[in-house]
């Protein structure tokens, strides 16, 4: 099982651990853990490192 840990661009902030799904609808990013605890962020996805699992996201301001 690959697992990611979710990071913002702008600080590299931790936005979640153990991430097992991403779900993209339109700015709106969806992020699962393994536990199904649920975060959504308005932003894009940067780049995702799948050998340090390792996704970033620049964060939509509000």
């Given amino acids: 099982?690959?697992?990611s840990?979710?990071?913002?661009?702008?600080?590299h902030t931790l936005l979640m651990e153990n991430t097992s799904r991403i779900d993209i609808d339109?700015?709106?990013i969806r992020?699962?853990?393994l536990f199904g605890d649920v975060r959504e962020i308005r932003g894009a996805i940067v780049s995702a490192d799948l050998e340090q699992n390792e996704v970033v996201i620049r964060c939509s301001e509000n």
């Fill in 5 to 11: 840990n979710i990071y913002r661009e702008q600080d």
């Fill in 26 to 28: 339109g700015d709106t």
């Fill in 1 to 3: 099982m690959c697992l």
């Fill in 31 to 33: 992020l699962r853990d």
